[in-house]
């Protein structure tokens, strides 16, 4: 079974709105991650929280994590046609192997 | 640095065939991951390596699927006796660590295999 669950499955909003996607995972984990995926292509790293880490930040994204509840969201703002892309959270199941969710996939309408 | 490179991009195969992968990982890393993703679906993890070892193959079938990653070269995922269910986008991802120790050790992905079995 896979590691993290996103949701929602798929969001589309308008070009600078901003977007939240979430994510659960089911076990303790050392750090999450957040990647991107194009269409037909090979997935991105965007960012790394660790466990010890409420909130980070890169650029025009922002990444929570509560451990409590097992949960973490990925915020978009002022979100950009360029954006439009699947995004899945990872995270390590076991001690070795990086387990992805089914992914959000995201369309910004101009 | 040219990054996770897998070839063929594309490939088909008939049914009962033989399909080879192969994936180069960045310089410097020596850990290898395998993962199979359908249309609209996630990523299914199948294998993770390092160099001559294979460390956690639990995502993979128990019959025609096996991975190696040798000392020199690529690692290889290869499927015997193709099926049409064996259609898939298959990626390949490497890191310099394990992956879940913290800061710095993403995975890379490659652009991905595109099997077709007809």
């Known amino acids: 079974s896979q590691q993290g669950e996103e949701d929602p499955q798929a969001l589309s909003i308008q070009e600078g709105e901003n977007a939240t996607m979430n994510c659960s995972y089911k076990?303790?984990?050392?750090?999450l991650q957040w990647y991107r995926q194009n269409s037909g292509r090979g997935l991105v790293h965007l960012i790394l929280?660790?466990?010890?880490?409420r909130e980070k930040h890169s650029g025009r994204l922002r990444v929570t994590l509560d451990t409590s509840k097992k949960s973490s969201s990925l915020l978009i703002t002022a979100s950009r046609a360029a954006d439009t892309a699947s995004y899945f959270c990872?995270?390590?199941?076991?001690?070795?192997?990086?387990?992805f969710g089914q992914g959000t996939r995201l369309t910004i309408n101009p | 640095n040219a990054g996770v490179m897998q070839n063929p991009r594309h490939l088909v195969r008939r049914r009962g065939q033989e399909a080879r992968l192969r994936c180069s990982p960045m310089?410097?890393?020596?850990?290898v991951y395998w993962y199979r993703q359908l249309p609209e679906e996630g990523l299914k993890f199948m294998v993770y390596?390092?160099?001559?070892?294979?460390?956690?193959e639990s995502g993979m079938p128990k019959e025609r699927f096996s991975a190696e990653f040798p000392k020199e070269g690529p690692s290889i995922l290869r499927i015997q006796q193709v099926v049409r269910g064996d259609s898939a986008a298959y990626f390949c991802?490497?890191?310099?660590?394990?992956?879940?120790?913290?800061?710095?050790?993403?995975?890379?992905f490659g652009q991905g295999t595109r099997l077709t079995v007809v």
């Open positions: 991802a490497s890191s310099p660590l394990n992956t879940g120790t913290g800061v710095g050790t993403e995975a890379f």
């Open positions: 076990t303790s984990i050392n750090n």
């Open positions: 929280i660790r466990s010890n880490e």
């Open positions: 990872a995270s390590i199941q076991g001690a070795q192997k990086l387990v």
């Open positions: 310089k410097g890393h020596s850990h």
């Open positions: 390596l390092q160099k001559e070892n294979i460390i956690d």
